[in-house]
């Protein structure tokens, strides 16, 4: 069975702190993408990536920031954890092309008290 | 930019009624479509997508999806439906070329009495 796989389910972090969120697929996939869900919100877009060491902007890439060293890990990074970050995290993978729907991870519960 | 909405934000109703929830999508040229789904307290996971052919697309349990491209339109169907539907339903769309990613709806809770 294909797995994306986010490190943590559940994290607490203090104002101010660096937060490092992983994310592993097992499935050779090109394409990492890294979603906040909000209530009532949806998902919007912070990051994605095509390829190695590659990284676009999504829509709300403030306060945010990525490295992708190896193919199957991204890792999404809060370079200064502010409360409004408070939020469901998810990550996802696809093969390349438009036609591909993405495999998510169970996602990571981030509170920023 | 394009945009995804789904207009109803919580719909509740009993086991066997029937099922229809809305997404409509604003760019105008070609498109890939997809319903995910969240059941409490599980990942997203695939329902159905369209990328060509038959506009009338099935996917897993019994659901089905409509994409009308004159009305922009691409809704979630589903002739009767269980208390396991009970979950959050996501729209999502992308332009169909290239790696596009994927723009997602705000989302339709459902809930299912039983």
């Known amino acids: 069975d294909v797995k994306v796989t986010q490190s943590s389910r559940y994290l607490v972090k203090r104002t101010g702190e660096k937060v490092f969120l992983e994310c592993v697929q097992d499935m050779d996939h090109e394409n990492m993408f890294w979603y906040r869900q909000d209530p009532g919100l949806g998902l919007r877009l912070i990051y994605f990536s095509y390829d190695v060491k590659m990284k676009e902007k999504g829509d709300i890439p403030e306060g945010y920031s990525v490295s992708r060293e190896k193919k199957e890990r991204f890792s999404l990074i809060l370079e200064s954890a502010s409360t409004n970050q408070t939020s469901m995290y998810l990550c996802?993978?696809?093969?390349?092309?438009?036609?591909?729907?993405?495999?998510f991870g169970s996602g990571t519960r981030l509170t920023v008290v | 930019a394009q945009s995804v909405s789904q207009h109803n934000h919580h719909v509740i109703l009993s086991e066997a009624a029937s099922l229809e929830l809305g997404c409509n999508y604003s760019?105008?040229?070609?498109?890939?479509l997809f319903w995910y789904v969240q059941y409490p307290g599980q990942h997203l996971q695939l329902l159905l997508k369209?990328?060509?052919?038959?506009?009338l697309v099935k996917g897993i349990k019994g659901f089905e999806a409509e994409f009308i491209k004159s009305k922009f339109s691409f809704n979630l169907r589903k002739p009767s439906v269980q208390w396991s539907d009970t979950a959050e339903y996501f729209c999502?769309?992308?332009?169909?070329?290239?790696?596009?990613?994927?723009?997602f709806g705000t989302g339709t809770r459902l809930t299912i009495i039983p």
């Open positions: 999502a769309v992308n332009r169909g070329f290239g790696n596009e990613k994927l723009t």
């Open positions: 760019y105008g040229g070609t498109v890939n």
């Open positions: 996802a993978s696809s093969a390349a092309g438009a036609n591909y729907g993405y495999t």
């Open positions: 369209y990328f060509s052919g038959d506009p």
